[in-house]
């Protein structure tokens, strides 16, 4: 059993930083790719940033130069580095894993959210 367990949401004001955190724990054969999704209030959950075993790394438009994804191997934990943020960012924010379970087989893993407000 695969959980995602995520740190570091909170309230910052406009202009501040964040880090969030997301471990992955349990019983599996490797990581693919670990990513960050964020749903604002009455939005669609949208990818925010993702990072791949091999080390590609692809942002929103929205975020770029603003945030840093990076991945601790070691630990399987994905970072989200969050800079200059802006009220546009608050959201509950996911972290999103995928991966292989056995040597073959590949599934998606969600945590359970950490809420991200900043204030303007």
């Known amino acids: 059993q695969v959980q995602l367990v995520e740190s570091g949401g909170g309230l910052v004001q406009a202009g501040g930083s964040l880090r969030l955190s997301c471990t992955a724990s349990?019983?599996?054969?490797?990581?693919?790719?670990m990513a960050w999704y964020r749903q604002g209030p009455g939005k669609q959950r949208d990818l925010v940033a993702i990072?791949?075993?091999?080390?590609?790394?692809t942002y929103v438009d929205s975020v770029k130069g603003r945030f840093t994804i990076s991945m601790d191997n070691a630990k399987n934990t994905v970072y989200l580095q969050m800079n200059s943020l802006k009220p546009e960012d608050t959201a509950v924010y996911y972290c999103?894993?995928?991966?292989?379970?056995?040597?073959?087989?590949?599934?998606?893993?969600w945590g359970e959210g950490t809420l991200v407000t900043v204030s303007s």
């Open positions: 990072k791949g075993s091999d080390g590609a790394t």
């Open positions: 349990g019983s599996f054969f490797k990581i693919n790719t």
């Open positions: 999103n894993a995928d991966i292989f379970t056995s040597r073959w087989d590949a599934m998606a893993f």
